[in-house]
């Protein structure tokens, strides 16, 4: 005689498509976790518009989106700061309101333009926004500017990056070629032997070579 648990369980395992309370719970997770994937990490983003039917609908979208959602109103004399993205009524006086210098931002900017003024290309290029989102918007538009201005904030901000890397690259070859020559005067030697001069002071005090040089300039000036 068969086990009757035996029995079960292998009717159980032939049944098509069926899976155990754990497999389903993975399986569940795997699927909000793939719906869940297509939105934006969880942001604080500062919702600068007017409250009313199309401003409720921009705060709620933004809320769908996982998002901390803070609501300014009226437009402050200067947009904050320390949020990653800012939706923001156009208005004529917004580029004074703006607290960063242009080309260094510090936070996503998205123009709401609420079509009760006729649109204005100057204004807008002057803004320098990473977006703009059109009255009346739908979902669709809101996740669509929104990831776009944050891609393109992240863009600048790792350009701005390897920019100054390069400027700092360039002062620290200018510093060590500046001090190369006072070691070739000074020292009568090759430049060569200038260069390995200063790259084994760097070695044997742990700085950067960049760090040597100047300290071989300031030297000479204090001397001098």
Known sequence: MRDVGNIYHSRREERPGYMSRPDQGLRSAAVEQRRSGNRPAEMNIAVIVERD??????????????????HIWPLPAQLPLQYDAIFCTLSSDLPQRIPWVPG??????????DGKEPLNLDLIHNCASHGMLHYPATSRMIQSVLMLAR???QYERRLRGRIEKLDESLRTMRLVERAKALLVRLKNISEEDAYSFLRKQ??????????????VIDSYELLS
Do not use: H, N, W, Y
């Open 53 to 70: 039917d199309s401003g409720e609908s921009l705060i709620r979208e933004l809320q769908r989106q996982r998002a901390g959602v803070r």
């Open 104 to 113: 260094e931002p510090s936070s996503a900017l998205i123009l709401v333009d």
């Open 151 to 153: 891609e393109s904030f």
């Open 202 to 215: 760097a070695m044997e005090k742990r700085v950067t070579i960049g760090a040597v040089a100047a300290t």
